[in-house]
């Protein structure tokens, strides 16, 4: 089966993530959408959140709500030893689950900073990313300047609708005291 892994903290999990999930589960591209809470993001320390778990209750619960949607929640991250590298956490799957194929789905902005994330050679060589469009990316002009740099490299760009809501917005009007329930999943 051909897997979409769409990992994050999820902090929280909202309408743009929701849209995310329902694109990848219905392109017909994927058998079906893993969605991996990731206890801690590296490149994000310092963060205050809700724990890991909390996280995950959180999306089982959100996801359970669109049955139609092939997503599986996952928490194979929570269960691993930190740093929580996205490469360690696609080999866990590939190990757990040979059968399957994985391919890492991102945003354009993860995209952009890609070079930070630890093995990312491998990740865009054996497993690939498929990549969602955010506003303010020129996400040919971001895949072509990696593909200069390894032809092999396997990046696909999605047809999707962009999100224009992030995680942090959320938080950030939340704690100004505004009512953000509406772009909650």
């Given amino acids: 089966m051909r897997i979409a892994v769409y990992s994050g903290t999820f902090n929280p999990l909202h309408k743009g993530h929701l849209a995310i999930m329902e694109y990848f589960s219905k392109s017909g ?3 079906g959408v893993y969605l991996i809470v990731s206890p ?3 490149l994000k320390s310092g963060q205050s959140q809700p724990s890991g778990q909390e996280r995950y209750r959180a999306a089982l619960e959100a996801v359970g709500r669109y049955p139609e949607l092939r997503v599986k929640v996952d928490d194979i991250e929570l269960g691993m ?4 590298y996205t ?4 080999d866990a799957l590939r190990s757990r689950e040979p059968g399957n194929e994985f391919t890492l789905v991102i945003g354009a902005d993860n995209l952009e900073n890609i070079r930070r994330w630890r093995d990312y050679q491998r990740i865009l060589r054996e497993f690939g990313v498929v990549v969602y469009p955010r506003q303010g990316v020129d996400l040919p002009l971001v895949r072509e300047d990696l593909l200069n740099e390894c032809p092999d490299y396997k990046i696909q760009l999605a047809d999707a ?3 224009d809501i992030s995680s942090t917005e959320i938080r950030q ?4 005291g505004k009512d953000m329930s509406s772009s909650r999943m």
Wanted: proline share 19%; net charge negative; glycine share 4%.
């Fill in 29 to 31: 591209s994927f058998d």
């Fill in 40 to 42: 801690l993001n590296p």
């Fill in 81 to 84: 030893a930190p740093p929580h």
């Fill in 87 to 90: 490469v360690k956490t696609l």
């Fill in 161 to 163: 609708p962009t999100v």
């Fill in 173 to 176: 009007g939340e704690a100004e």
